[in-house]
């Protein structure tokens, strides 16, 4: 397929997160079409939108823009227009219900969501745990943790289980290996939910394939060979039913889809146990 390119600029007074998210959201909706990403971030004065509003000048495109200051905004509007380059604040439709229903902001404040508050630090918190837990580690305090993930290898532990400490849920995750027993304080515990992840035997076997041609690895394995996989897959998914854990295909789940699965099931685990406890 023949891909189209455009160029996309994506202009914050922060970290540009939030543009990024959003642009990509967009941006995928479109087969055939990639775009040039221009990320500014931290632009907070005339200077730095200048050279902005230079490299829109020489690579024109969609621009998309979150700055809490009125006056910049204006100016990149207008030289946009200049140039023909269609300019959207994405944060003003928001801000603007909010200020119907609330008011105007008393303070406005650029990057006043990445402040060093309590959530802030809960994070940093969760993704220190998430690490030091990682792949069965330090399996001795998993009653500290929020979720604990169990699946066999390739069944993305980790990665969500990094993307679920960004959100400031502490995750330890376990690996089921053939033949080897799983921690036997699991089954015994009483705070965190536990979930496991499986997906089907064609999609792990793929996964595998490509983790060890990338390590340039021998393919001849019961590692890779789909009648074992398919195996453990299935003595995985007894362990979950015996023991009454939630479950998660990820075959078809992106990172973001399984966490967000993740998060529906963990706000009813902490609504649960808060109403027993």
């Known amino acids: 397929m ?20 959003v642009s990509r959201a967009a941006a995928a909706q479109y087969q055939g ?3 040039i990403e221009h990320i500014y971030p931290l632009i907070r004065n005339h200077d730095q939108l200048d050279r902005v509003i230079a490299g829109i000048r020489s690579s024109p495109g969609i621009v998309l823009y979150t700055l809490v200051d009125s006056e910049l905004g204006e100016k990149l509007e207008h030289a946009c227009a200049e140039v023909g380059a269609p300019a959207i604040s994405v944060l003003a439709p928001v801000l603007g219900i909010f200020q119907s229903y609330l008011g105007p902001a008393s303070t406005p404040r650029p990057g006043a969501q990445h402040v060093l508050n309590s959530d802030y630090f809960k994070r940093i918190d969760a993704l220190n745990f998430t690490m030091m837990h990682d792949d069965g580690q330090s399996s001795g305090d998993l009653e500290s943790a929020d979720v604990v993930l169990l699946g066999v290898s390739r069944t ?16 330890a995750n376990v690996p089921i290996v053939p033949g080897v027993p799983i921690p036997g304080d699991i089954e015994r515990l009483k705070n965190p939910l536990v ?11 793929q996964i595998r394939q490509n983790r060890l041609l990338a390590l340039n690895a021998t393919q001849e394995s019961s ?12 003595q995985s998914r007894r362990l979950f039913a015996q023991r009454g854990w939630a479950t998660i295909d990820v075959s ?26």
């Open 252 to 277: 078809r789940r992106s990172i973001e889809e399984t966490a967000a699965a993740i998060m529906d099931l963990y706000r009813d685990h902490r609504l649960q146990f808060i109403t027993q406890g």
């Open 2 to 21: 023949t891909r189209n390119y455009f160029h996309l600029h994506l202009v914050s007074d922060s970290t540009g997160e939030t543009l990024i998210t």
């Open 33 to 35: 079409v990639a775009s």
């Open 195 to 205: 979930i496991g992840l499986f997906a089907t035997p064609d999609r792990i076997v």
């Open 156 to 171: 993305s532990k980790t990665p969500t289980s990094i993307y679920l400490a960004n959100k400031g849920i502490k995750t």
């Open 223 to 234: 590692y890779v060979d789909r009648s074992a996989v398919a195996d453990e897959i299935n």
